[in-house]
């Protein structure tokens, strides 16, 4: 059975052609990062750098998470404090499950952070639960 229509156009973008030389790049092609700036509005602001990818990183993130689920923080996009505490707990026991995984494997400031961060949000989780009876 024969369909007729529009087909598809590959074009080839490698560096590298068949015999493992350079291909010569056209001077006319933008690179996709100046694509992507030409297609956002002007008014609209860059986005803050991301943090550094470490160990303190992931647990601080992971206890912002948290800290949204115990309603400590305002959602970012909707500005709404919301309480989610199974949400919250579950956040608490990752990192505790992290803790536990890496046992050994920290250096002392990352051994003092996660133990503040897991100190301090499992307080605020029993000062949220006791709030609600």
């Not at 970012?76 to 989610?84: A, I």
């Not at 494997?105 to 949220?128: C, G, H, P």
């Amino acid at each position: 059975m024969e369909t007729e229509g529009k087909g598809f156009t590959v074009k080839d973008r490698r560096s590298f052609g068949e015999e493992g030389d350079l291909k010569e790049t056209k001077q006319a092609e933008k690179p996709a990062s100046e694509t992507k700036e030409e297609k956002r509005p002007k008014d609209e602001p860059k986005a803050p750098p991301l943090p550094e990818v470490n160990f303190n990183s992931l647990i601080f993130s992971l206890s912002s998470s948290a800290l949204l689920a115990l309603g400590e923080i305002a959602d970012p996009q909707t500005g709404e404090k919301r309480e989610d505490l199974p949400m919250a707990k579950h956040s608490i026991d990752i990192i505790s499950m992290l803790k536990d995984k890496s046992k050994g494997n920290l250096d002392n400031e990352e051994q003092k952070f996660i133990d503040s961060m897991l100190t301090d949000l499992r307080l605020r989780y029993v000062k949220a639960v006791n709030s609600k009876k």
